[in-house]
């Protein structure tokens, strides 16, 4: 690790670490690899806003030899950046061997795999052109280490594009499940904007933030509750219940989410891109 990045990893920043984990790696690992046969018939969310930064990628004109895929899941966008001409070798790392496993089977060409911590990757310094990292970190208890690690595996005019998901995702959901179970909570927690910014800014000096509330619609909450199971993307807190939650909660929670004119429902997601040159 080079010297600016030790003075970091020794300095506040380190240590704005939430009191609030979102889960055990080892449970994430393994609830999205049993996910991972239905992951990419649910992926709307995914495909949008990976798009938005194959999109950006486009743009700038990147030309690079070396190209990561950080929370690669599938291999879907790790095939996307596997067939731009303009970026050579990908490799697409994932903490779950499940998601490895299924990519390596899907996904062909010049392509290698790599089951890792993205807080840990065992690469060298200065050694990638590119990280491209679709709706994994939110998955992180404290995003500072996965963006040091980014910073440090980056060589000098290498880019990171980044996407995540801030406080206020899928309020509707919340809010509903507050009124059907009180004091239980049923949606993940995530960032607050104002404490991803400050330590985006920190981790990144110069680092472009870009923010969109997206909503996406469903027929139902079950619908939606449905899509984030197929995602391997549901509540994964200490503090849910161990058991099912019975019928009469599911319903009062159905009851209590807002619905559209037609009856359907819409899902707010409050998305965040990162986009930065080392």
Same mark, same amino acid.
Not at 77 to 93: D, E, H, I, K, P
Not at 145 to 148: A, F, G
Not at 254 to 267: E, F, I, L, N, T
């Given at each position: 690790?080079? +010297?600016?990045?030790? !003075?970091?990893?020794?300095?506040?920043?380190?240590?704005?670490?939430?009191?609030?984990?979102?889960?055990?790696?080892?449970?994430?690992?393994?609830?999205?690899?049993?996910?991972?046969?239905?992951?990419?018939?649910?992926?709307?969310?995914?495909?949008?806003?990976?798009?938005?930064?194959?999109? #950006?990628?486009?743009?700038?004109?990147?030309?690079?030899?070396?190209?990561?895929?950080?929370?690669?899941?599938?291999?879907?966008? !790790? $095939?996307?950046?596997?067939?731009?001409?303009?970026?050579?070798?990908?490799?697409?790392?994932? *903490?779950?061997?499940?998601?490895? #496993? $299924?990519?390596?089977?899907?996904? !062909?060409?010049?392509?290698?795999?790599?089951?890792?911590?993205?807080?840990?990757?065992?690469?060298?310094?200065?050694?990638?052109?590119?990280?491209f990292s679709n709706l994994m970190i939110q998955w992180c208890s404290d995003p500072v280490?996965?963006?040091?690690e980014c910073r440090r595996l980056l060589r000098p005019g290498g880019r990171l594009m *980044?996407?995540?998901?801030m406080d206020g995702t899928l309020n509707e959901l919340k809010k509903a499940w507050e009124?059907?179970?009180?004091? $239980?909570?049923?949606?993940?927690?995530?960032?607050?904007?104002?404490?991803?910014? #400050?330590?985006?800014?920190?981790?990144?000096?110069?680092?472009?933030?870009?923010?969109?509330?997206?909503?996406?619609? &469903?027929?139902?909450?079950?619908?939606?509750?449905? #899509?984030?199971?197929?995602?391997?993307?549901?509540?994964?807190?200490?503090?849910?219940?161990? !058991?099912?939650?019975?019928?009469?909660?599911?319903?009062?929670?159905?009851?209590?989410?807002?619905?559209?004119?037609?009856?359907?429902?819409? +899902?707010? &997601?409050? +998305? +965040?891109?990162? &986009?930065?040159?080392?």
């Open positions: 690790m080079n +010297a600016a990045l030790h !003075t970091l990893v020794g300095s506040d920043l380190s240590e704005c670490q939430n009191d609030l984990p979102i889960a055990d790696k080892v449970d994430i690992a393994r609830e999205f690899g049993v996910a991972s046969a239905t992951y990419e018939q649910a992926s709307r969310l995914q495909r949008l806003m990976g798009n938005a930064m194959i999109a #950006e990628l486009s743009r700038a004109g990147f030309q690079g030899e070396r190209a990561l895929d950080v929370g690669c899941g599938t291999g879907w966008f !790790t $095939r996307a950046l596997a067939g731009m001409a303009s970026v050579g070798r990908v490799t697409g790392v994932d *903490l779950s061997a499940g998601m490895v #496993e $299924r990519a390596r089977n899907t996904v !062909t060409g010049d392509v290698s795999w790599l089951v890792a911590d993205a807080e840990h990757l065992p690469l060298p310094d200065d050694s990638v052109d590119l990280i280490p996965v963006l040091l *980044l996407s995540t998901l009124v059907a179970d009180p004091g $239980r909570p049923h949606v993940n927690r995530f960032e607050p904007e104002h404490r991803l910014r #400050e330590l985006v800014t920190q981790a990144l000096p110069g680092a472009q933030f870009v923010r969109r509330t997206i909503a996406l619609p &469903y027929e139902s909450p079950l619908a939606l509750t449905g #899509e984030l199971k197929q995602l391997g993307a549901g509540f994964k807190g200490d503090a849910r219940r161990k !058991t099912l939650t019975g019928p009469g909660r599911v319903r009062a929670m159905c009851k209590a989410y807002p619905r559209q004119p037609d009856g359907s429902v819409a +899902a707010s &997601y409050e +998305a +965040a891109w990162v &986009y930065w040159q080392a």
